[in-house]
């Protein structure tokens, strides 16, 4: 089954305190992107990534790091976390197609409290 | 600077029929629907492109005025299963950077 998967679906973790968050797709996609969703401000970008060893920042990239060794997985790194962090958070991938123009597919979300 | 939906939120009876609005400040090159049900993942609906192209859903439709840089989704006939928060996503120039609007919360009641 084509799926994009996300490790852990939910994380309580303190202020400071280091984090990764795994996403991993098994659809051979070039394309992966990071977002978080907080009530009222919808989905928002965080980093993306074109191949392995290819990324950009995405919107809202303060406080985030990511890394792509391997087409399938993106991990996000949170290196000192803060309560501002606080939010649910989605995996993403795309084939890419003409122009890059492909639907999404969305991982369950992870939602982090950072207390 | 992400794109503005309108109207922020809508109810509907069921089979009534329904239109979100998504503008934006900045040029765009492809403008990508979603619909996230409560609880779950965005999910894709339609993608629409410069110079007309469509992608997408068979049941909803969509439009997109380049040169007033907006788009508008329309829901016909609206079913149950159509309540979610749906999100317009502004592409400028490729998929992978998106920036979401704030979303429309629909509710489609019996």
């Known amino acids: 089954e084509a799926q994009v998967t996300q490790n852990p679906r939910y994380l309580i973790t303190v202020t400071g305190k280091k984090l990764t968050v795994t996403c991993s797709q098994n659809?051979?996609?070039?394309?992966m992107s990071w977002y978080r969703q907080d009530p009222g401000l919808g989905l928002r970008q965080i980093y993306y990534?074109?191949?392995?060893?290819?990324?950009d920042k995405g919107d809202v990239p303060e406080g985030y790091k990511v890394s792509r060794k391997e087409k399938r997985n993106f991990p996000l790194i949170l290196e000192s976390p803060s309560p501002n962090q606080t939010s649910l958070y989605f995996c993403a991938s795309t084939r890419g197609g003409t122009g890059g123009y492909a639907e999404q597919y969305f991982g369950p979300g992870t939602r982090l409290t950072v207390t | 600077q992400q794109p503005v939906q309108s109207p922020q939120a809508v109810i509907l009876r069921e089979g009534e029929d329904a239109v979100i609005n998504c503008s934006s400040s900045k040029a765009l090159y492809s403008v990508h629907w979603y619909r996230q049900k409560h609880g779950e993942a965005p999910v894709f609906l339609m993608i629409?492109?410069?110079?007309?192209e469509q992608k997408g859903h068979e049941k909803i439709s969509a439009s997109f005025n380049e040169k007033k840089q907006q788009s508008s989704l329309y829901l016909t006939a609206s079913q149950l299963s159509y309540s979610g928060t749906y999100f317009c996503g502004r592409s400028g120039g490729s998929n992978y950077k998106l920036t979401f609007g704030k979303g429309t919360l629909l509710t489609v009641n019996p």
């Open positions: 990534s074109m191949n392995v060893e290819v990324t």
């Open positions: 629409l492109l410069k110079g007309g």
């Open positions: 659809m051979n996609h070039e394309y």
